[in-house]
T-cell receptor, first 114, second 111 residues
Framework: NAGVTQTPKFRILKIGQSMTLQCTQD?????MYWYRQDPGMGLKLIYY???????DKGEVPNGYNVSRSTTEDFPLRLELAAPSQTSVYFC?????????????FGDGTRLSIL | GQQLNQSPQSMFIQEGEDVSMNCTSS?????WLWYKQDPGEGPVLLIA?????ELTSNGRLTAQFGITRKDSFLNISASIPSDVGIYFC???????????FGKGITLSVRP
């Protein structure tokens, strides 16, 4: 069982570069989420999706974009990387059933912007 | 926005000791969860609580969903070195299964 898979695991970017963080899940989950984690700050929700073709902003969406063309994939795009986006990024998914099902997390992408 | 309060930021205990962590909020949550994060990995679910007053155990871990629905606690008994990590509480209000996370408590266990 792969669960939630994130690639790459590490990346260094220069200011102004762009990149896409990949997230795929093999659990047929409808709901997917992107978080960023900064030291001592917990996890902050960037964007989320409740199904293919549907995305919505979370708490800290500025500087990011997402798309959800399939149930399995939920990529996160940084268009103009800034030092403030240095962080660890986590993707998560859940089935979205009426009875709440806990989110499953990937192992993260560690991104440094210099 | 909603906030979950976890403190202190760090805890240091001796192997074999019990430790309790709590999480409080000014808002009501429908579900409370406790996650653990090991270095270099994503959070892993420890315990999920679905009803006010619910007390649930998972091995040496016990967690409770507060009666007011505004707090939860996690207890770890007879700590061992592999309990080291960051412990997060999280709450769900039901809206799109979104979670609000606390800032986490870093637990260190001295052998």
């Amino acid at each position: 069982n792969a669960g939630v898979t994130q690639t790459p695991k590490f990346r260094i970017l220069k200011i102004g570069q762009s990149m896409t963080l990949q997230c795929t899940q093999d659990m047929n989950h409808n709901y997917m989420y992107w978080y960023r984690q900064d030291p001592g700050m917990g996890l902050k929700l960037i964007y989320y999706s409740v199904g293919a073709g549907i995305t919505d902003k979370g708490e800290v969406p500025n500087g990011y974009n997402v798309s959800r063309s399939t149930t399995e994939d939920f990529p996160l795009r940084l268009e103009l990387a800034a030092p403030s986006q240095t962080s660890v990024y986590f993707c998560a998914s859940t089935s979205g059933q009426l009875v709440y099902q806990p989110q499953h997390f990937g192992d993260g992408t560690r991104l440094s912007i210099l | 926005g909603q906030q979950l309060n976890q403190s202190p930021q760090s805890m240091f205990i001796q192997e074999g000791e019990d430790v309790s962590m709590n999480c409080t909020s000014s808002s009501i949550f429908n579900t409370w969860l406790w996650y653990k994060q090991d270095p270099g990995e994503g959070p892993v679910l420890l315990i999920a609580l679905y009803k006010a007053g619910e007390l649930t155990s998972n091995g040496r871990l016990t967690a409770q969903f507060g009666i007011t629905r505004k707090d939860s606690f996690l207890n770890i008994s007879a700590s061992i070195p592999s309990d080291v990590g960051i412990y997060f509480c999280a709450g769900n209000t039901g809206a799109n299964s979104k979670l609000t996370f606390g800032k986490g408590i870093t637990l260190s266990v001295r052998p």
